[in-house]
């Protein structure tokens, strides 16, 4: 029997039909149809509803899935149709329900059951924000977190509209961080422990001090990305900075910095923490490697290929490759000039500025100053001939 909440019936007789469906599937309870039916002549609806709410694990076990869809729809229908003061707990159990059930299968007609809850509530409702973590627990459980994409992008505005204090927050960027580190989605998974952690900014030394796990797992998971390059930012985050000291801190610190040599000797002293961050040590060379490169590119706008295999230690005959890598990254735009064995760069990301390169800055500027003084100079010089020339006699 199949129950369909979208039919023109009232919502007794929509109660009703619930409670005889459920009635047959509850064989152990011969009399659950006449103690309900019961209850809704004497208008007790809300424990009716409470009771068939109760049910929802035994639906998910026994119902095909059209089925339980059309079931749990009807009952979320009529639970939504009670004040809120009654509604709200009873939808928050539908939602544990079918979130938590360990029923193998059905796991997108589950998510289907939830995301019609949740849009069944105004879009200002508290209640959306602990049904959308069901959805985010069941999605990720599931193995269906793509399914999600779209919508985690709002999840910034949706915080807002919900209402949501700081403690709210911070768990959802956990769980959202949580879920895609367990989807193998490694820049997804730091974005959002990037955003808990920004969230401590400003905090006592006290509350860092308790989210030290969660700056080393940030740290941990931008250098394990192969997609995450210049990740300078996050030291500037204060949860990140309580890590001076730290060799988790130092070899962050050392990496944003890009100094190929220095850097391999901090690994070869390190390699106890390199395998506690569970850390591959040719993958972070290689990305350190990329980044020193795209230092390079940033210094100059023509670059020999001996000076760039001299400068990130790898043979010359190697240098076309790593500059292929290196575009492919997004980390500089270039052209080979293989002819002359050259790289000419139009544009390239710097990673953290030190010293030298603000001092490079700096060059340039003064020079382009100087450039543009001696053009307005000249454009002097130009003007006050044709006025001369105007005033000459016989003009």
């Given at each position: 029997m199949s129950v369909n909440a979208h039919i023109e019936i009232s919502e007794t007789?929509?109660?009703?039909?619930?409670?005889?469906?459920?009635?047959?599937?509850?064989?152990?309870q011969p009399d659950y149809a006449a103690q309900q039916s019961a209850k809704v002549a004497e208008g007790?609806?809300?424990?009716?509803?409470?009771?068939l709410v109760n049910v929802v694990p035994?639906?998910?076990?026994?119902?095909?899935?059209?089925?339980?869809?059309?079931?749990?729809?009807s009952l979320i229908h009529l639970v939504g149709m009670q004040p809120a003061a009654d509604s709200a707990a009873l939808l928050q159990k539908i939602s544990a329900a079918v979130a938590s059930s360990k029923v193998p299968g059905l796991a997108e007609p589950r998510l289907k059951i939830l995301a019609n809850?949740?849009?069944?509530?105004?879009?200002?409702?508290?209640?959306?924000?602990q049904i959308y973590v069901d959805i985010l627990g069941h999605a990720s459980n599931a193995g269906l977190l793509d399914a999600l994409k779209g919508q985690?992008?709002?999840?910034?505005?949706?915080?807002?509209d919900w209402g949501c204090d700081i403690a709210q927050k911070r768990n959802l960027y956990r769980l959202i961080s949580q879920a895609y580190k367990k989807a193998n989605q490694s820049s997804r998974s730091a974005e959002f422990l990037a955003k808990l952690m920004a969230t401590y900014n400003g905090a006592a030394a006290a509350e860092l001090e308790q989210v030290k796990a969660d700056a080393l797992a940030l740290v941990a998971t931008v250098l394990r990305s192969p997609e995450m390059y210049d990740v300078s930012h996050l030291l500037n985050l204060d949860g990140v900075k309580h890590l001076k000291g730290e060799k988790g801190f130092e070899l962050l610190e050392l990496y944003c910095k890009s100094d190929l040599e220095t850097f391999q000797k901090w690994l070869a002293a390190n390699a106890a923490t390199v395998k506690q961050l569970e850390l591959d040590e040719q993958e972070l060379l290689r990305k350190v490697r990329l980044m020193a490169l795209t230092s390079l590119c940033a210094r100059s706008s023509s670059l020999d290929f001996a000076g760039i295999a001299k400068a990130i230690q790898i043979p010359e005959d190697d240098v076309e490759s790593w500059i292929?890598?290196?575009?492919?990254?997004?980390l500089v735009e270039a052209k080979l000039d293989e002819l002359n064995a050259r790289v000419v760069v139009s544009r390239s990301t710097h990673t953290a500025f030190r010293m030298e390169q603000w001092q490079d800055l700096q060059r340039k500027l003064q020079a382009w100053q100087g450039n543009l003084s001696e053009v307005q100079t000249a454009l002097d010089n130009v003007q006050t001939q044709i006025r001369r020339q105007a005033l000459a006699p016989g003009r």
């Open positions: 007789d929509q109660l009703l039909e619930l409670v005889n469906h459920a009635a047959t599937i509850l064989q152990d007790k609806s809300a424990e009716v509803l409470a009771a035994v639906y998910i076990t026994s119902l095909a899935a059209t089925e339980l869809e059309s079931v749990c729809n809850l949740y849009n069944s509530l105004e879009q200002r409702n508290k209640l959306r924000y985690i992008a709002d999840v910034e505005k949706w915080l807002g292929i890598d290196v575009i492919r990254a997004d």
